[in-house]
């Protein structure tokens, strides 16, 4: 297999994938598979994860799915207990289970007089379990496989989190409420991780993507005939470079954030990868 440009070099090590089924997540595996890694790819669907593994083995790489509930403390330790046999003491995790709902998820933008008795979903109608849903995929699913996996880091060396937050986290969007509050809450987590296991030799950070259409936004960003959606307007027009993110723009965060030599006395930091989202003040 080809090495990264990168030259972060994961021989040896056990990587760990949460969500690994997706798109930019089982693109994560394949590229930490490429640094050299032995990889897991976990994901609640494990036919999308085997699908993914699949492919890395057929590319000389060490993998192996597992179906995984990341709201399931003891699903998510009986893995961690497999894992460790199967590959080894896990050194990386990457929380990238996570997700949106539509029942957390209001219609408009902006509340209008008369939207409560009118036709549409707005913020009185929100679902509460589908925002507890939100909220606890996305905190929980990676506060519990913390726990689960960071129990075999603790005491050894060049162990690292990787976490992934939003632009959400930054500034909230409109419609999303539970999404946002909870990629906030990752990103505070992630801080909190960083000086929580500061001294036992874990380095935790996070990343930021800003923009990248993936099936999991693709209804509020295109039609159903494929064009762009005004919401799509809106976010292009805010983002400097003009595009969405494609899922290889990630790499390079992601594997800076792993390598040892490059970013070891680097623990508790939030980086955007956004094309400029974050720096844009609108005008």
């Not at 997706?22 to 890694?37: D, E, H, M, Q, T």
């Not at 909230?172 to 992630?190: D, E, Q």
């Not at 954030?257 to 490059?262: H, I, K, M, R």
Request: contains cysteine; glycine residues 10%; charged residues 20%.
């Amino acid at each position: 297999m080809n090495k990264n440009v990168l030259n972060t070099d994961l021989t040896g090590k056990v990587a760990v994938v949460t969500g690994a089924g997706g798109v930019l997540c089982s693109n994560f595996a394949k590229v930490i598979a490429r640094a050299g890694a032995k990889v897991a790819l976990l994901d609640l669907n494990e036919q999308a994860a085997k699908q993914f593994a699949d492919e890395i083995v057929a590319e000389g790489g060490i993998a192996k799915a597992y179906a995984c509930n990341v709201l399931d403390k003891d699903i998510c330790y009986a893995v961690a207990d497999q894992v460790e046999k199967d590959l080894g003491k896990c050194d990386i995790l990457i929380n990238g289970a996570g997700g949106n709902n539509p029942k957390a998820t209001t219609d408009k933008e902006y509340f209008e007089i008369g939207d409560i008795d009118a036709d549409t979903k707005s913020f009185f109608d929100l679902d509460a379990s589908g925002v507890g849903f939100v909220f606890n995929l996305n905190f929980l699913g990676t506060l519990i496989p913390t726990q689960a996996f960071a129990r075999q880091m603790v005491g050894r060396k060049e162990c690292s989190i990787l976490n992934i937050s939003s632009m959400n986290a930054y500034t909230p969007l409109t419609k999303i409420p539970a999404y946002s509050g909870a990629k906030a809450a990752i990103s505070n987590f992630t801080q909190w991780l960083a000086v929580h296991f500061s001294k036992v030799g874990i380095r935790v950070n996070a990343i930021a993507p800003g923009f990248f259409s993936t099936k999991q936004n693709a209804k509020l960003l295109w039609n159903d005939d494929g064009t762009p959606t005004p919401r799509t307007g809106k976010i292009l027009a805010a983002t400097p470079m003009g595009r969405f993110g494609e899922a290889n723009e990630l790499e390079g965060g992601l594997l800076f954030l792993l390598n040892e030599q490059a970013a070891g006395f680097i623990t508790g930091v939030v980086l955007p990868i956004d094309g400029g989202f974050s720096a844009y003040s609108g005008v």
